[in-house]
């Protein structure tokens, strides 16, 4: 027997249900836990068999029943690989099946051919500047070579003079100067004996007067020269020969900077020829290679199919059609990396479907679940893949809401027939299964703080009696103490009047496991299993007329909710 509840959650147009499949009814065959003797009494007075449920041992799964669509497991994606807006020129038909290198689409190239034809002119003027560079280059490498030759035959000549002056004119001059010393010197002493016969010849009449004044001039002037002799020496030696060495190697110190410059000069000269160079090389590499990224642009515009696959518009996709997106066709302007379109894989299909917070907590990897696909008429076996980390909301419609996309991998045993993406399927997830336990419909459990009962029949009464609660459903709740097979339980709201509200029996809470506190008030003493599917919304039952929890009233007696 398969039931569904009524808790319904929409998402993107799509319902969301909790589930409980595949009631077996163990020991009472068909019937159920329904009594369904119309107009016959059971219990109480007025309290028709229909009103009640009987306790049974049963074994019931909890499922989680979500709606999505299918997307194939693998799919490759096709973008736009243009780094500018484009628009669309040609476009495969949608739901085609292609082959490998079959066209899929062609984009708009006019903007890059015009591109590229500019680009071409740039590259052929960066290419002219590049090569004139490195014609001025090799000139100023010829240019310094012969500036540094120049300044080299400076040097060499300066030094040549330095030991010329050294090894020759100084030699040479000192030689001049010690000769002329010297006769001189033999001169005056030659001159000053010429004077003396002179002035004894004269003593004696054998010269004139005239005769010994020229002498005397003559040894006169011997003494002046022998004078200027030996101060020409001194003022060479301590003037001249000084001056003249300073001055040659003045010249040597000239030529040596004037080489270093010239060399300094030539290095500049050349390192600006080199920048350029440089960046003319550059200036052309980024040229060409922006001419080559022009060229592969043209190139990609044309996108060929990478695989075989089924043709999917991404205008087509769920999430693009959220963000307003136009369908696709030819015109349809693209931008640069848009996803334009993809091929799935359909021989691995995955359900994506959306599950409530509130149950996302218990669907874990692996469990198993089945997918109905509704325009295949086929269901699949499945399991539970992933479960998305982070919650979605549901958008201004219900903010508060939050669901988790869970993925689930249909099995490929028997195969995928004619299953498309985007296909809608329903998926039931079963999280647990209770064996073999007592259950009763979750229609009669109710709680009051910490306690939870259910009302029995006793005789012709309605009376609550505790229970602690296993596993549970949104519509069998196992019964882990304090009922019996067989036992009856209202399976409704009590009446006005019908239930009166007795005290607790501490026995039967003792027994239902609760603790009684220092107040006498019960304290639960146990803690609710991990078979609670969500955590129980309360319903009011109204009591004598008015509702429990109220103003006025003595007590609040609420129905959990799985």
């Known amino acids: 027997m398969a039931l569904c509840l009524g808790h319904v959650h929409r998402r993107r147009g799509s319902v969301t249900k909790i589930t409980i499949a595949s009631v077996v009814v163990v020991g009472l065959g068909v019937g159920g836990l329904l009594l369904a003797t119309s107009g016959s009494s059971a219990g109480a007075e007025g309290v028709r068999s229909a009103d ?42 949608e739901g085609e099946m292609v082959a490998k290198d079959d066209l899929l689409l062609r984009l708009d190239t006019d903007n890059i051919e015009q591109q590229i034809r500019q680009e071409r002119l740039n590259v052929i003027t960066a290419r002219n500047d590049f090569d004139q560079a490195g014609a001025n280059v090799r000139l100023q490498i010829n240019e310094n070579e012969s500036d540094l030759q120049e300044a080299r035959l400076q040097v060499e000549l300066a030094d040549l003079a330095l030991n010329r002056w050294q090894e020759g004119e100084v030699a040479k001059r000192r030689e001049q100067l010690r000769i002329t010393a010297e006769n ?10 010429k004077l003396r016969r002179t002035k004894m010849l004269f003593e004696n009449e054998f010269k004139s007067k005239d005769e010994l004044e020229q002498v005397e001039i003559q040894y006169q002037q011997a003494i002046a020269d022998d004078v200027i002799a030996k101060l020409d020496i001194e003022i060479y030696e301590g003037f001249q020969h000084p001056e003249d060495e300073k001055t040659k190697l003045a010249d040597v110190e000239k030529a040596d900077a004037a080489l270093e410059r010239t060399r300094e000069q030539n290095d500049i000269n050349l390192r600006n020829k080199q920048a350029i160079v440089e960046t003319r090389t550059e200036q052309l590499r980024i040229r060409e290679e922006r001419l080559a990224e022009l060229e592969e642009q043209f190139e990609a515009a044309t996108i060929l199919a990478p695989k075989n696959g089924l043709v999917v ?86 903010p508060n809401r939050r669901e988790y996309t869970v993925k689930i991998a249909l099995d490929t045993a028997d195969g995928m027939g004619d299953l498309k993406p985007s296909m809608r399927c329903d998926a039931t997830i079963y999280l647990d299964h209770a064996r073999q336990v007592l259950a009763v419909p979750v229609e009669a459990v109710f709680s009051e703080g910490p306690v939870q009962f259910v009302y029995s029949t006793r005789g012709d009464r309605v009376v609550r009696k505790p229970i602690r609660l296993g596993k549970r459903s949104d519509l069998y709740a196992a019964i882990e103490a304090g009922l019996s097979a067989g036992d009856t339980v209202l ?12 005290p607790w029996d501490e026995s039967q809470l003792l027994a239902a496991g609760y603790q009684i506190g220092e107040n006498g008030e019960p304290i639960a003493g146990w803690s609710r299993g991990a078979g609670t599917l969500a955590a129980p919304a309360m319903n009011t039952s109204r009591k004598n007329g008015q509702a429990s929890g109220s103003p006025g009233s003595d007590q609040s007696a609420r129905r959990p909710r799985g």
């Open 52 to 93: 009640l449920g009987v306790v049974e041992l049963m074994d019931f799964d909890i499922t989680v029943t979500a709606s999505g669509e299918l997307e194939a497991k693998n799919q490759l994606e096709i973008k736009n690989p243009l780094d500018t807006n484009s628009r669309i020129a040609e476009l495969v038909d």
């Open 313 to 398: 518009y991404a205008s087509s996709l769920r999430e693009n059609w959220r963000g307003g997106g136009e369908p696709f066709d030819v015109g349809t302007d693209v931008y640069p990396n848009q996803t334009l379109m993809i091929l799935p894989d359909t021989s691995e299909m995955v359900a994506s479907v959306s599950v409530h917070e509130s149950l996302a907590g218990r669907v874990r990897p692996n469990q198993r679940a089945s997918v109905k696909v509704e325009a295949v008429d086929r269901t699949f076996n499945g399991t539970v893949l992933s479960i998305g980390v982070l919650a979605e909301t549901g958008g201004w419609r219900d």
């Open 491 to 502: 399976i409704r709201e009590p009446r006005a009047g019908e239930a009166p509200t007795d």
């Open 184 to 193: 001189a010197e033999r001169e005056l002493s030659r001159l000053e004996e």
